[in-house]
């Protein structure tokens, strides 16, 4: 679905134009073309591709989807697969963004994202000194728009990891936490996806040796996106590295309270057999047994009994077994 098609000269927006007229703008050098879609048919990638001469092998991984974070150079110009991670509704959605740049044009087409990017058109449109720059800029102000969307789910991660520490060190510690740390690890994960691979790619983008012919000029703030990639794929490996250790201390948590339990339960069972040994010794039918015949054989007996268990249920008590 087309969203929009804008037509710009130097740094200005000309205004809205038909498919069928984009090759006329086209020709001449001073301006360039942004499009955007929105979960594309068929024909329309088929007719993009024939409108800006796309690269067959960049077209059909914007048609299957589902690819690599990867920012690919084809000749004089540059396709790049991207992957959205918003929060929306505290729940963490991912979506792709499919970028073909050239010299003077830029097509996005986003799948499955949740909120569009209408703010990086009108961010680009309120600074036409660094739109003359053309489709290197609005590649760059796209990409920068997607990395400060981690942010956010950086920061939810975090929260839900702390308030699952708490959980796991207060006495209403469930075993359910365990399996949260694993669903946060998952989400984890998937934020993981799609930044480590980003950053290699966005770092020849910038570093001297080969440059992009379409992304020259503007190596500084594709420098800066490196940067913003850093700082989230470090806090990703401080989060990752967190759960693994709240993961060790729940199972060591679990350990100790079975411990516990086993503890009590040998406690219990040693001052039972006490006053089972002593019963089962009274309790057999042996003709020379004087106590049997004493008038306070009985209580004695239930005194030893009670008196022998209570010592033995002081000593756990004081060595922390009961």
């Keep these: 679905m087309l969203i929009t098609c804008v037509a710009y000269q130097k740094g200005r927006k000309v205004g809205e134009i038909p498919i069928a007229g984009i090759s006329a703008y086209l020709a001449q050098t001073e301006n360039f073309v942004w499009i955007a879609l929105k979960d594309v048919e068929p024909d329309e990638l088929k007719s993009m591709q024939e409108q800006f001469n796309l690269h067959p092998l960049a077209v059909e991984d914007a048609r299957n989807g589902h690819q690599r974070p990867k920012i690919e150079e084809y000749e004089d110009s540059i396709f790049a697969a991207l992957h959205t991670v918003e929060l929306a509704e505290g729940e963490i959605h991912v979506g792709e963004v499919a970028v073909f740049m050239g010299s003077n044009y830029l097509v996005s087409i986003r799948t ?26 609005v590649f760059y102000a796209l990409i920068d728009e997607i990395v400060d969307r981690y942010f956010p789910v950086i920061e939810h991660l975090e929260v839900k990891l702390e308030e699952i520490e708490e959980q796991i060190f207060s006495q209403k510690f469930r075993r359910d936490d365990i399996y949260k740390l694993y669903a946060l690890k998952q989400e984890t994960m998937r934020l993981k996806h799609a930044v480590y691979p980003l950053m290699d790619d966005t770092a020849k983008l910038y570093k001297k040796g080969h440059i992009p012919q379409a992304c020259s000029g503007n190596e500084e703030y594709f420098r800066d996106i490196y940067d913003h ?9 401080n989060i990752l ?82």
């Design 241 to 322: 590295d967190t759960i693994a250790t709240a993961i060790q201390v729940s199972f060591s948590i679990v350990a100790i309270e079975e411990s516990e339990v086993n503890k009590r339960l040998a406690a219990w069972a040693a001052i039972f057999a006490v006053a089972t040994f002593f019963v089962g010794v009274w309790g057999m039918n042996f003709k020379h047994m004087p106590e049997l015949e004493w008038e306070f054989g009985y209580p004695v007996a239930l005194g030893i009994i009670f008196c022998v268990c209570g010592y033995l249920y002081y000593r756990f008590k004081k060595s922390g077994w009961l």
């Design 112 to 137: 499955g994202t949740k909120v569009g990017f209408h703010a990086v058109r009108a961010r680009s449109e309120r600074e036409p000194h660094l739109l003359q720059n053309g489709a290197s800029f």
């Design 229 to 237: 990639l850093y700082r989230i794929d470090t806090s990703i490996d």
